[in-house]
C-alpha cells in the first residue's frame, strides 16, 4: 500500500471480529491534515469497532498507518505520544479526580510547564463550565460536563489527530450544541478531527468529508455536504 504523507490516518481492508461475528469486515478509509471527516452510520453498524481497532484497544485484521507508519503493536499510550487521542464513548474521566487534576493528566506527555499553563486556559475559555468548577469531582459531573472533560483531557496532549466517538450520545439539545460548537472551533484552529457519530445531520453540518457505514462496511463517502443532501443519507438517517 502506497502512504501519502498528507493523510494523517489512512485504513485499508480493517477487519474486525468477535468470536463468530464480523463487526468489521474491510473498512477503507482515509483522513488527510486538517479535515474535519465524519463516520456516520446507526447503532451497531461497526463505527465504534472501528475506532477501538484503530488505537489498538481491539484484535484486528488489515492495514492501519498514522503519520506513515503502522500503529502494528503500539498502544494507546505509544498513540499519544506521537499526537493521536481519542475521546471514547462513555468519556471515561477519572471520576475521583477534580477537573483541574483530570485536565493535567492529558497532559502527561508534556514537559513544557508553559505551554501546559497556556492550554489549561484555552481549554477554560472554549468551556467556562468547567473553570467555574475546576475543584469538582469529576464522577459528580453530569455526562455533558464530563463530556466536555474528555474532550478537554484530550486536547491538553496537543494532538495531531483527535477521535471523537459518539460525543453527543446521551446529551441534552443545549449539550449537543456546545459539543458541535467546539468540535468546530478547533477544526477551524486547524486541528484534524476524525469524527463517528449518530447524529448524522449534526456531523454532516460540520464536516469537510463523511463516510457512511452499514453492517461493517462503507456504503457511502464522500463531501459532507454532497452525503447531507444524498436522498438515501437522508431516508436512512435523517428521517426523509
Same mark, same amino acid.
Given at each position: 500500500m502506497s502512504i501519502d504523507t498528507n493523510v494523517l490516518l489512512q485504513v485499508s481492508g480493517l477487519q474486525v471480529a468477535y468470536g463468530g461475528i464480523q463487526a468489521v469486515k474491510g473498512v477503507d478509509l482515509e483522513v488527510r491534515s486538517g479535515e474535519l471527516v465524519c463516520l456516520i452510520?446507526? %447503532?451497531?453498524?461497526?463505527?465504534?469497532?472501528?475506532?477501538?481497532?484503530?488505537?489498538?484497544?481491539?484484535?484486528?485484521?488489515?492495514?492501519?498507518?498514522?503519520?506513515?507508519r503502522s500503529l502494528r503493536g503500539q498502544g494507546p499510550w505509544d498513540l499519544v505520544r506521537q499526537g493521536l487521542a481519542m475521546v471514547p464513548e462513555?468519556?471515561?474521566?477519572?471520576?475521583?479526580?477534580?477537573?483541574?487534576? %483530570?485536565l493535567l493528566m492529558g497532559a502527561?506527555?508534556?514537559?513544557?510547564?508553559?505551554?501546559?499553563?497556556?492550554?489549561?486556559?484555552?481549554?477554560?475559555t472554549l468551556f467556562p463550565r468547567l473553570k467555574e468548577r475546576h475543584a469538582q469531582l469529576a464522577g459528580t459531573l453530569s455526562g455533558g460536563e464530563q463530556q466536555?472533560?474528555?474532550?478537554?483531557?484530550a486536547l491538553m496532549s496537543q494532538?495531531?489527530? +483527535?477521535?471523537?466517538?459518539?460525543?453527543?450520545?446521551?446529551?441534552?439539545?443545549l449539550m449537543v450544541?456546545?459539543?458541535?460548537?467546539?468540535?468546530?472551533?478547533?477544526?477551524?484552529?486547524?486541528?484534524?478531527?476524525?469524527?463517528?457519530?449518530?447524529?448524522?445531520?449534526?456531523? +454532516?453540518?460540520?464536516?469537510?468529508?463523511?463516510?457512511?457505514?452499514?453492517?461493517?462496511?462503507?456504503?457511502?463517502?464522500?463531501?459532507?455536504?454532497? +452525503? +447531507?443532501?444524498?436522498?438515501?443519507v437522508r431516508a436512512a438517517y435523517l428521517g426523509e
Open positions: 452510520g446507526s %447503532n451497531g453498524a461497526g463505527k465504534t469497532s472501528t475506532m477501538k481497532a484503530v488505537t489498538g484497544t481491539l484484535p484486528c485484521k488489515g492495514q492501519l498507518h498514522y503519520l506513515g462513555g468519556r471515561g474521566v477519572f471520576t475521583r479526580m477534580s477537573i483541574h487534576e %483530570n502527561f506527555v508534556r514537559h513544557d510547564a508553559d505551554g501546559i499553563a497556556t492550554d489549561l486556559e484555552r481549554i477554560y466536555m472533560l474528555a474532550m478537554g483531557r494532538p495531531k489527530l +483527535l477521535l471523537l466517538d459518539e460525543p453527543s450520545m446521551g446529551l441534552s439539545p450544541d456546545k459539543i458541535f460548537e467546539v468540535v468546530r472551533e478547533v477544526s477551524r484552529q486547524g486541528m484534524t478531527v476524525l469524527l463517528v457519530e449518530q447524529n448524522a445531520s449534526r456531523a +454532516l453540518a460540520i464536516a469537510d468529508r463523511g463516510y457512511v457505514m452499514e453492517s461493517g462496511l462503507i456504503t457511502l463517502s464522500g463531501a459532507a455536504q454532497d +452525503l +447531507l443532501h444524498d436522498p438515501a
